[in-house]
């Protein structure tokens, strides 16, 4: 699947309510994956032992969950259950009707041990046909080829800057995104606003907003410094 090596193949299917039974879960959580999963199926393990890369510091292996669901849309709070469960990184694949979607987190040591991991923010793709989408294991090590994965699936998602670092990219990608939704609310704001004074001011923080904007956009700091 995904076009993996078959080295990789591991295709086990995990009961649902492993995940649900044996975490604290909500009831809300609990009828999420009964409602929403068919099956689980643990598909591929990416790792030194099932194909040519070296071992990393941070990554130990990458697992590889066909999640089938009941509908396309379903809840995020799943597949954070599910990394929650699993000490390593997880690519989801989606399956739902001959459609797929890719998902992967930034996930992030909480500890100088590297793990347990910890949910930094999600990824993925567009919903594809069936079989019209392939992994490429890029990098040396296994830590390379976590962080190629993460910038394939954010694609243009993510701030993307030669010097930054994946952590970096995702900071600043998320710096942008709570940017903008700011600028929306203050856009919507002034719309339903009816007093000019106010509307002034208003625009006065939205042209401060936007160029703060372009400033993040261009990759620079406050102080103008590339």
Request: aromatic letters at 10%; charged letters at 35%.
């Given at each position: 699947m995904l076009g993996l090596p078959k080295s990789t193949e591991f295709n086990k299917r995990i009961p649902k309510k492993k995940?649900?039974?044996?975490?604290?879960?909500?009831?809300?959580?609990?009828?999420?994956?009964?409602?929403?999963?068919?099956?689980?199926?643990?598909?591929?393990?990416?790792?030194?032992?099932?194909v040519n890369i070296a071992e990393g510091e941070k990554i130990t292996e990458i697992?590889?969950?066909?999640?089938?669901?009941?509908?396309q849309s379903f809840d995020e709070k799943i597949l954070r259950l599910?990394?929650?469960?699993?000490?390593?990184?997880?690519?989801?694949?989606?399956h739902h009707e001959k459609q797929i979607q890719i998902w992967l987190a930034f996930k992030e040591a909480q500890n100088a041990t590297g793990s347990p991991y910890k949910v930094v923010t999600y990824f993925h793709t567009d919903w594809l046909s069936?079989?019209?989408?392939?992994?490429?294991?890029?990098?040396?090590?296994?830590?390379?080829?976590?962080e190629n994965l993460v910038r394939e699936i954010?694609?243009?998602?993510?701030?993307?800057?030669?010097?930054d670092s994946l952590k970096e990219s995702i900071i600043k990608t998320d710096d942008l995104n709570r940017l903008k939704k700011?600028?929306?609310?203050?856009?919507?704001?002034?719309?339903?606003?009816?007093?000019?004074?106010?509307?002034?001011?208003?625009?006065?923080?939205?042209?401060?907003?936007?160029?703060?904007?372009?400033?993040?956009?261009?990759?620079?700091?406050?102080d103008g410094v590339s």
């Open positions: 995940f649900y039974e044996q975490l604290e879960v909500t009831a809300e959580i609990k009828r999420f994956f009964v409602d929403q999963i068919k099956n689980i199926i643990w598909r591929n393990k990416i790792s030194p032992s099932t697992e590889v969950f066909e999640v089938q669901l009941i509908a599910i990394d929650r469960a699993i000490p390593y990184p997880i690519v989801f694949i989606l069936e079989g019209s989408y392939s992994l490429n294991l890029k990098g040396l090590n296994i830590d390379q080829v976590y954010a694609g243009s998602e993510l701030t993307n800057n030669d010097d700011r600028i929306e609310k203050l856009q919507a704001k002034m719309r339903k606003e009816k007093q000019f004074n106010k509307k002034v001011k208003l625009n006065d923080e939205l042209r401060n907003l936007k160029e703060e904007l372009k400033k993040l956009e261009n990759g620079k700091t406050e």
